[in-house]
């Protein structure tokens, strides 16, 4: 499963948004066993918020279309939980935009993705739906999706595939049509986090060899502006999961 077509090749820009939160990646003494993030995988800290323009990626070659708009994509699958909080604004004006569809897809734990199980080597059920989906932004821009930490497959890092459309309609199964593609991208994670992780069940029973961030064809080492996370802990423990939040700046028109 060598995700070999996505390098980044989009003209047009996202604009991504990074605080101070930057600077802290994970929760400090209090659970000393939840690694941080490497400083050199964070974006820069500032005092306020600053704006830092990154290239759309490609889709890559796993999208499927029609998937269901709900909070919560897991349908039980094993892994460490993940709690994605993305606010979307305007790039030129910051404003929040509300209303619109923020989708993600990616693969389990074993590197595997809906409708393609076994591209990894792994035998396991396929519905054609896990760890697929998307919810509508609030009137602040913010959408929160519950996922888990995503495992990694041949030749590429550990990501998510992110889509952001604006005027979708619900359909009445659950999915929906229609709206402009604003913004197609992918979401990274802190090295030293996905190396805890790796040590962590189901995580560990994944042979297949990791690629690093540094390693990838798609990062750029650029921290948020190539949409790096900020994670925080969830507990003590890798296994108890992370929180991961990121601002993305999208053209309108």
Not at 2 to 18: F, K, N
Not at 81 to 105: F, H, Q, S, Y
Not at 221 to 240: E, F
Request: glycine residues 12%.
């Amino acid at each position: 499963m060598t995700d070999t077509s996505e390098a980044p090749i989009g003209r047009r820009t996202v604009l991504i948004a990074t605080g101070a939160t930057a600077a802290a990646l994970a929760v400090g003494a209090a659970a000393p066993e939840a690694p941080a993030a490497d400083a050199a995988d964070a974006a820069p800290a500032a005092a306020a918020a600053v704006c830092t323009l990154t290239k759309e990626m490609t889709e890559g070659p796993y999208y499927l279309d029609g998937q269901l708009v709900r909070s919560d994509v897991t349908e039980g699958k094993a892994g460490a939980p993940l709690k994605l909080t993305l606010t979307v604004v305007d790039d030129d004006t910051c404003a929040p935009i509300g209303n619109a569809l923020v989708e993600i897809w990616h693969s389990d734990a074993l590197g595997e993705y809906s409708g393609f199980v076994g591209n990894n080597g792994h035998n396991e059920a396929d519905d054609g739906t896990f760890l697929r989906g998307g919810v509508l932004t609030d009137s602040s821009g913010v959408a929160n999706i519950t996922t888990i930490y995503p495992g990694w497959y041949r030749g590429r890092c550990v990501h998510i595939h992110v889509k952001v459309r604006t005027g979708v309609t619900l359909t009445s199964d659950g999915s929906f049509t229609g709206g402009q593609e604003l913004h197609t991208g992918q979401l990274f994670f802190s090295e030293t986090v996905t190396t805890a992780m790796a040590k962590v069940s189901p995580y560990s029973t994944n042979t297949v060899t990791r690629t690093t961030l540094a390693q990838d064809s798609v990062y750029d080492d650029a921290g948020a502006a190539s949409g790096l996370l900020t994670l925080t802990a969830l507990g003590g423990s890798a296994a108890s999961g992370y929180s991961g939040t990121l601002t993305l700046g999208i053209e309108q028109g």
